[in-house]
């Protein structure tokens, strides 16, 4: 089974940074997009930021300047570089992967969530 497995949360103060991770396991031949979303309380999720097999990148407006997302294929790993970090950032973030493997299990796969608190 494909499994995603996110690490990075935390509390942070207003002009803090931290980074987030989602790294994939199980049979999986190729990744596609990898992305990120969040949902704060009461809340729809949203997408944050996303990045191409091609490394083509994109950013919601509100994250643009702030956010760098990469991945790194080798270790089926995306990454998620926030600076400059606000009380409106406050969210759990999930990652979530178009996953490749060959079968039926092939398609969209989410982490289990991290949570990103940002105090003022």
């Known amino acids: 089974q494909v499994q995603l497995v996110e690490s990075g949360g935390g509390l942070v103060q207003a002009g803090g940074s931290l980074r987030l991770s989602c790294a994939a396991s199980?049979?999986?031949?190729?990744?596609?997009?990898m992305s990120w979303y969040r949902q704060a309380p009461g809340k729809l999720r949203e997408s944050v930021a996303g990045?191409?097999?091609?490394?083509?990148?994109y950013y919601t407006g509100s994250v643009k300047g702030r956010f760098t997302i990469s991945r790194d294929n080798a270790k089926k790993t995306v990454y998620l570089q926030m600076n400059n970090l606000t009380p409106e950032d406050t969210a759990v973030y999930y990652c979530?992967?178009?996953?490749?493997?060959?079968?039926?299990?092939?398609?969209?796969?989410w982490g289990q969530g991290t949570q990103v608190t940002v105090s003022s």
């Open positions: 979530n992967f178009d996953v490749y493997t060959g079968d039926k299990l092939s398609g969209h796969y």
């Open positions: 990045i191409s097999r091609s490394y083509t990148t």
């Open positions: 199980g049979r999986i031949i190729n990744i596609n997009e």
